[in-house]
Nanobody
């Protein structure tokens, strides 16, 4: 019912930048919180950053000052600008969103994207 498509991953050298995008589509009435998570090989998926509908943001300590999360509420797109990338930022990055469907019950949903690989070389 709600599809999330991430893009923008790739391979960059340490110190470089990448911008991830996550586009939400489907029968959406409203989106509340959107977020980015990442999962490194052999590790659990962890929170990177979230952004509320109000624009309020929250970041993991490991990315504060380097990553910036933003969203376009009109287009239902979320971004993650990643600067000063480090090898330890290497992971699959997933977007996540929660909101309300445009059905008669205004059902709530939580959706995940398929993930995009980010690899940082030293």
């Amino acid at each position: 019912q709600v599809q999330l498509v991430e893009s923008g991953g790739g391979l960059v050298q340490a110190g470089g930048s990448l911008r991830l995008s996550c586009a939400a589509s489907g029968s959406i009435f409203s989106i509340n919180t959107m977020g980015w998570y990442r999962q490194a090989p052999g590790k659990q998926r962890v929170l990177v950053a979230t952004i509320a509908n109000s624009g309020s943001t929250n970041y993991a300590d490991s990315v504060k000052g380097r990553f910036t999360i933003s969203r376009d509420n009109d287009k239902n797109i979320m971004y993650l600008q990643m600067n000063s990338l480090k090898p330890e930022d290497t992971a699959v990055y997933y977007c996540n969103t929660a909101g309300t469907l445009a059905d008669s019950r205004r059902s709530r949903f939580i959706s995940w994207g398929q993930g995009t690989q980010v690899t940082i070389s030293s």
